[in-house]
C-alpha cells in the first residue's frame, strides 16, 4: 500500500495522513455523510406504521412495560406479570420507554429500532473511516443500508436490530483499543458485548474468539498487559449483562414472573439450552419441534451446510454482497500482509481491520450454516455490518492498487461476480421485476470488462464505469429494500424482499416463509411448508407466506385497530390465531376484556403468547399467556391457575379454535392442556365476538 489513507475515489486536492488515517476532511465529506444518513433515516422510517405491532409477542412486552416498571425489568408479556418473553429485556427497553412517553402505538414502538439502525450506520461509517477514508466509509454505510435483512430487522421489534448495532459497535470499540493498545477502549467493547448478551444472549459472544485472538496477538504493547486487558475487558462485559442475571436468579421465584421458554423458571436454563447450546445441536426443550427437532442436517429448520446463507430465501435476505465481501476479505488480506503484525503502524491497523471484521463475518457465517435448532433468515442482518464494512474496505485497497494487473482484474473480477449473483438472486422470484435482473447482468459485466481500460481513457471514464458499476452491484438489493419497505410486516417470523419459490432454509415453505407476497411475485405453494419442523403440532397454522390465518385485520394488518395503534376494537369477527400468528381481536371481545377489569389482576388468559398478546394489544389489560410463546412452558400450573380462578383473579379463559392448545415442544404443554381441559369442564362456553370464552366468575352447575 502507497498511502496510509486509502479513498475510493482520489480527491481533487492530496490529502494529508496523520495518526492512523484521521485525515484533513475533504469538502465532500461532510454534505455526502449527512446525505447517506438522511437516506438511510428516511428507508427506515417510510411507510412504518404499515407493520402496526408487527410481531406482537414483543408489542405487548413492550406495552406491558410501559405501564409497569416490574414488568419493565424483567420483560413480561402482561403488566401483571404472568410470565417473561423468552429473551433478556434489553431490545424492550427502548420500545418501552418510547411508548411510556409518547403512548401505544405503531411508530413509538418501532421508531426506536429505526434510530438503531442510522446509529448502526454512523457507527460502521466511523470505524471504516479511520483507515481506509471517507468514500471507503460511504460506500460500507450504503452497502449496510441497502441489506435487505437490515432494511426489515430496523423497522420491526425483534432484538436483532439492537444486537447488530451492539455487535457493530464492539467491532469498532476493538478497532481503536487496537489503534494504541488503549484498556478504555477494550473496555467499551466489554460493555457492549455484555448489553448484547442482554438483548439477546449468547448470540452476542460469536464474535469474541476472532477479536480476542487479534487483540491478543497484534496490540502494540506486551504480552502480559495485552491479557490483562483481555481479562479487565471480559470482567466489563460479565457486569454489563451479568447484573440484571444476578437479579433474576437472586429475586424469590414466587415474586416475579415465570421465565418464559425455561421449563424450570431458570433464565440460566434458558440462556444454555432453548437460547443457547440448543441452537446449535437442535436439542431445544421447549421449541415448538420439542426436544432434538432439528436433527442431524439440520432436520425441520431447513439443510445445513456451507450454502445455506446463499440458497432459497435466506439469499435474498443478505448473500447480495457476501461473494464480493469474501472475495475483497482475501484480496485485502494479501495486499496488507507484509504490514508489521502490531497495529501502532496505519498498514499494520488497516490488515487488522479486514482481520476484524472478516474473522466476525466468517465466525457468525460458520455457526448460521451449521446451526441445526431454530433458524429464521431474519438472524442474517447479523451479518449485515461485516459484509458492507468488507466491501468498502475492500473496494478501497483495490482501488488504490488499481495500477497492478493483480488488483485490477480482481476489482473487475468481483463486480462481475456479484453483478451475476444479483442475476441469479432475482430470478427466483418469478414475474419481479424481470427486466432488472438483465439489466443488472449487462451494466455489471459491462463495467467490470471496462474498468481495467477506461483508465487509459481518462479519469471521468473511469469514475463512470466505476459508478455503473457500483449502481449495478446495489440495483438488486436496493429493490428488496423497496419492496420490503413498501409493506406491512406482521407475526413472528419475516422476510424481506417478494416471495421466492424453492426456499430451503429456515421455518416455513418455500422461501422460508416470506413475510408477504411481492406484486406480480409467484406465491409459494400453499399447504404443509417444506422444512416444517418435525414433530410441530397437528393443525399448526399453515397458509400464505408470513401471515397466519385470521390475519386480515389483525395487528399491522388492513384495517385493524393495531395497524392504527389504536386500542379500540375494529368491528370485526374474531378469530384464532396461530402458534406464530396474532389473532384478529373484534369490539366484542375487546369490550368484554375491558369490563370489570379493574377487578381482575388479568382480565383474561389463553394458550400461547401470540394469542394473548393480541387480546391484550386491542384492550390494554393485562392478559396471562399460558405456556409462553410456544405454549410448552408449565407457567401456570394447573393448581396455580385454579387457586387464581378460585381467588378471582381471572375473569375469562380465551379457547383455541385450531386444535393446538396447550401442545408444545416442551413437557410443560402438558400444564396449559390440563387447564384447558379443567376449564372445558368446570365453565360455560360462550361465543364473544366470534371467539369462545370462558367464565371464570361463573362455574358449571355441579362443577368442581
Known amino acids: 500500500m502507497t498511502t496510509a489513507v486509502l479513498p475510493l475515489f482520489p480527491p481533487a486536492a492530496p490529502v494529508p495522513a496523520t495518526a492512523h488515517g ?4 475533504p469538502r465532500w465529506e461532510r454534505p455526502a455523510y449527512a446525505a ?50 423468552d429473551k433478556p429485556p434489553a431490545a424492550l427497553w427502548p420500545m418501552a420507554l418510547s411508548v411510556r412517553l409518547f403512548g401505544l402505538g405503531a411508530w413509538q414502538i418501532l421508531v426506536p429500532q429505526a434510530l438503531m439502525g442510522v446509529a448502526t450506520t454512523a457507527v460502521l461509517y466511523a470505524a471504516v473511516r479511520r483507515q481506509f477514508g471517507p468514500a471507503a466509509a460511504l460506500l460500507s454505510g450504503a452497502a449496510f443500508a441497502l441489506t435487505p435483512v437490515a432494511a426489515l430487522m430496523f423497522r420491526f421489534n425483534n432484538p436483532d436490530a439492537l444486537l447488530t448495532l451492539l455487535l457493530t459497535v464492539t467491532v469498532y470499540c476493538v478497532l481503536r483499543a487496537l489503534e494504541g493498545a488503549h484498556t478504555r477502549w477494550l473496555l467499551w467493547a466489554g460493555v457492549a458485548v455484555g448489553l448484547g448478551f442482554l438483548a439477546k444472549t449468547l448470540q452476542a459472544f460469536v464474535i469474541l474468539p476472532p477479536l480476542a485472538v487479534l487483540y491478543a496477538v497484534c496490540a502494540p504493547t506486551r504480552l502480559r498487559r495485552r491479557l490483562g486487558q483481555l481479562l479487565l475487558a471480559g470482567l466489563a462485559a460479565l457486569v454489563a449483562g451479568g447484573w440484571w442475571v444476578a437479579v433474576v436468579e437472586w429475586w ?25 447450546l440448543g441452537r446449535i445441536s437442535g436439542n431445544e426443550t421447549g421449541s415448538v419441534g420439542g426436544a432434538g427437532a432439528g436433527g442431524p442436517g439440520g432436520g425441520g429448520w431447513g439443510q445445513t451446510g456451507i450454502d445455506r446463507l446463499f440458497s432459497g430465501n435466506i439469499g435474498g435476505q443478505i448473500s447480495w454482497l457476501l461473494p464480493a465481501a469474501l472475495v475483497l476479505l482475501v484480496a485485502g488480506l494479501v495486499v496488507t500482509w507484509r504490514a508489521s503484525r502490531a497495529t501502532d503502524t496505519l498498514e499494520g491497523m488497516a490488515r487488522a481491520a479486514f482481520l476484524a471484521w472478516g474473522g466476525s463475518l466468517l465466525i457468525t457465517a460458520v455457526v448460521f450454516s451449521w446451526m441445526q435448532g431454530i433458524f ?51 430470478g427466483r422470484s418469478a414475474g419481479y421485476l424481470p427486466w432488472l435482473r438483465w439489466a443488472v447482468l449487462v451494466a455489471g459485466l459491462g463495467a467490470a470488462v471496462a474498468l481495467p481500460f477506461a483508465a487509459r ?5 473511469l469514475l463512470g464505469a466505476a459508478a455503473v458499476g457500483l449502481l449495478a452491484a446495489l440495483a438488486g438489493p436496493f429493490a428488496y429494500c423497496l419492496t420490503t419497505v413498501g409493506t406491512g410486516h406482521t407475526g413472528s417470523i419475516v422476510t424481506a424482499g417478494p416471495a421466492v419459490a424453492g426456499g430451503r432454509g429456515g421455518f416455513g415453505g418455500p422461501g422460508g416463509m416470506p413475510g408477504r407476497f411481492a406484486p406480480g411475485g409467484e406465491a409459494p405453494p400453499r399447504g404443509t411448508p417444506q422444512g416444517m419442523p418435525q414433530g410441530m403440532p397437528q393443525g399448526m397454522p399453515q397458509g400464505g407466506p408470513g401471515r397466519m390465518p385470521g390475519a386480515a385485520g389483525m395487528q399491522g394488518g388492513p384495517g385493524g385497530q393495531e395497524a392504527r395503534g389504536g386500542r379500540g376494537g375494529t368491528g370485526g369477527q374474531g378469530g384464532p390465531g396461530g402458534l406464530l400468528g396474532g389473532t384478529r381481536v373484534g369490539a366484542q371481545a375487546t369490550a368484554a376484556l375491558r369490563a370489570d377489569a379493574s377487578r381482575h389482576t388479568w382480565a383474561a388468559a389463553a394458550i400461547g403468547s401470540q ?18 410463546f410456544n405454549g410448552s412452558d408449565p407457567s401456570p400450573t394447573l393448581e396455580r391457575f385454579q387457586e387464581y380462578v378460585k381467588a378471582g383473579r381471572i375473569h375469562w379463559f380465551i379457547a383455541r379454535g385450531d386444535g393446538t392448545a396447550g401442545r408444545g415442544g416442551g413437557p410443560g404443554g402438558a400444564a396449559g392442556s390440563a387447564i384447558e381441559e379443567w376449564v372445558k369442564g368446570a365453565f360455560k362456553a360462550t361465543t364473544v365476538g366470534g371467539a369462545t370464552f370462558y367464565d371464570l366468575t361463573a362455574p358449571s352447575t355441579g362443577a368442581s
Open 22 to 25: 484521521a485525515a484533513t476532511r
Open 36 to 85: 447517506l444518513l438522511l437516506a438511510t433515516t428516511v428507508l427506515l422510517l417510510w411507510n412504518l406504521g404499515a407493520s402496526g405491532y408487527a410481531n406482537s409477542f414483543y408489542s405487548a412486552a413492550v406495552q406491558a412495560g410501559s405501564e409497569s416498571w416490574k414488568a419493565f425489568f424483567f420483560g413480561s408479556s402482561d403488566a401483571a406479570n404472568s410470565i417473561t418473553v
Open 252 to 276: 424469590p421465584a414466587d415474586s416475579r414472573p415465570y421465565i418464559g421458554g425455561s421449563q424450570h423458571n431458570s433464565f440460566l436454563e434458558l440462556t444454555f439450552g432453548y437460547n443457547g
Open 376 to 426: 429464521h433468515e431474519y438472524y442474517t442482518v447479523a451479518l449485515a455490518p461485516f459484509v458492507a464494512a468488507l466491501v468498502g474496505m475492500g473496494v478501497a485497497v483495490l482501488w488504490e492498487e488499481r495500477g497492478g494487473r493483480a488488483a485490477a482484474l480482481a476489482l473487475s473480477g468481483t463486480l462481475a461476480l456479484t453483478a451475476w449473483w444479483a442475476f441469479v438472486l432475482l
Open 457 to 461: 481513457l481518462g479519469r471521468r471514464a
Open 611 to 628: 394469542n394473548a398478546a393480541s387480546y391484550q394489544l386491542a384492550s390494554g389489560v393485562p392478559v396471562m399467556a399460558v405456556g409462553g
